[in-house]
């Protein structure tokens, strides 16, 4: 007879995004891991497969509860004309908050980027579709506004770029969202 889980596999997820997103894929011991999640190391075997599957869901995780609901309103249809000034505006102050608490900062995904996990196929596919998905969305932001193309292309890069600073440098990372909201109010 299997045993009853006591304990759920979505909690379990969150509590591995937050540490990898602060300590990263490469530097999240087991132990670490069993911290984090309330889980004995066999359950999160027997549940996730690896550690490398914990941080597959762990992503899905940050996708569903963190970048689609900030983007859901510049793919809306109609995006409105203040959707992609209030996206900034509430990055900004996410960002800032994370320079006010020592928990997560700048995007899990873009920091996976620049680890060891960020040759691996799986991984660059998420993260290329996670820019592709930031880039139509702010695209279709700055097209409400009625600005050209490349005005998009530059805030996302604005945007790529704050979220990868923001690890180390939180005022760097909301000037340059503060500047990427200057450009398209003009």
Known sequence: MARTKNFEQ???????????????????STSDIEAATG???????NTFGSK????????QSYLDDVVHPLLAPLLAEPVSASALDDYLARLSAAVAAQGQRDDVR????????????????AVRDTITDYRATLERAILRGTAALGHPRETGTLVTAAVVGALTIARVDTRAATDALQAARAAVRT
């Open 106 to 121: 700048g995007c899990l995904l873009l920091a996976t980027a620049a680890s060891s996990l960020g040759q691996d196929p």
């Open 10 to 28: 979505d909690d379990a997820a969150r509590g591995a995004r937050t540490l990898f997103w602060r300590q990263g894929y490469d530097s999240a």
């Open 52 to 59: 490398r599957g914990l941080f597959d869901a762990a992503v």
């Open 39 to 45: 889980l004995s190391r066999s359950s999160i075997y």
